[in-house]
């Protein structure tokens, strides 16, 4: 299958910086990735869909100013964690939508567990 | 409103036993589901998915699940587990636009442990 990539897969900053995490489609062209979070214990919640070229759909109750997402190329989008706080220590996941024909189906990265000090 | 529930947080099996894992979700139209797996640390890797066709559906690793429309379920069965198959368990429910998934609706998970 596919491979997406995602980096770091870890971090710990301080509190009032700001993180990036990239997501990368290795061997296949992506218009269109997820981002994903995870808090202990719980379920994947889906943050918001990228597009390439355009801008990020947040879902309800997603701060954009905080969460900036850019997806400037076919193979690429990043998450900015802005002025990170502890509550914004998560694991993040970004999932890349495969080309056609297998468009039904989205490839996961590897997670990014971030910790905010 | 779209939603996937797995009623069993924590399961634990003997090796070589058979497991069931359960899924039921809701949805408005013809659900496209989906069964990943989770090692601690890790992202998901798919194990299998439903669009159409045999309800009866085959996954990687000898995991197999059914999709019963009548009970809105879509349990996750392996006849034999091993060991490395401890791990976490998500299904889901995808959501699509214009023939491409556009988002995956994820149940709570299902932590399973393996015992000797």
């Known amino acids: 299958g596919a491979v997406v990539s995602q980096h770091p897969s870890r971090v710990i900053c301080k509190s009032g910086t700001s993180v990036k995490i990239e997501c990368r489609s290795l061997?296949?062209?992506?218009?269109?990735m997820f981002w994903y979070r995870q808090f202990p214990k719980k379920s994947l919640m889906l943050m918001a869909t990228?597009?390439?070229?355009?801008?990020?759909?947040?879902e309800q109750g997603v701060e954009k100013d905080k969460f900036l997402i850019n997806h400037a190329s076919l193979t690429l989008s990043t998450l900015t964690v802005t002025s990170a706080h502890p509550e914004d220590s998560s694991f993040y996941i970004c999932?890349?939508?495969?080309?056609?024909?297998?468009?039904?189906?989205?490839?996961f990265g590897q997670g990014t567990r971030l910790t905010v000090v | 409103a779209q939603s996937v529930t797995q009623p069993d947080i924590h399961i634990t099996v003997s090796e070589g036993a058979s497991l069931e894992l359960r899924c039921n979700y809701s949805?408005?139209?013809?659900?496209?589901l989906f069964w990943y797996v989770q090692s601690p640390g890790q992202g998901l890797q798919l194990l299998l998915k439903?669009?159409?066709?045999?309800?009866l559906v085959q996954g990687i690793k000898g995991f197999e699940a059914e999709f019963k429309r009548s009970q809105s379920s879509f349990n996750l069965r392996k006849p034999s587990v091993h060991w490395s198959d401890a791990a976490e368990y998500f299904c889901?429910?995808?959501?699509?636009?214009?023939?491409?998934?556009?988002?995956?609706?994820f149940g709570t998970g299902t932590l399973l442990a393996v015992q000797p």
């Open positions: 990228s597009n390439e070229g355009s801008k990020a759909t947040y």
């Open positions: 889901a429910v995808g959501t699509f636009l214009g023939g491409a998934t556009n988002k995956l609706i």
């Open positions: 439903y669009f159409s066709g045999d309800t």
């Open positions: 061997d296949f062209q992506a218009t269109t």
């Open positions: 949805y408005g139209a013809t659900p496209y």
């Open positions: 999932s890349a939508r495969a080309p056609w024909p297998e468009n039904t189906e989205a490839f």
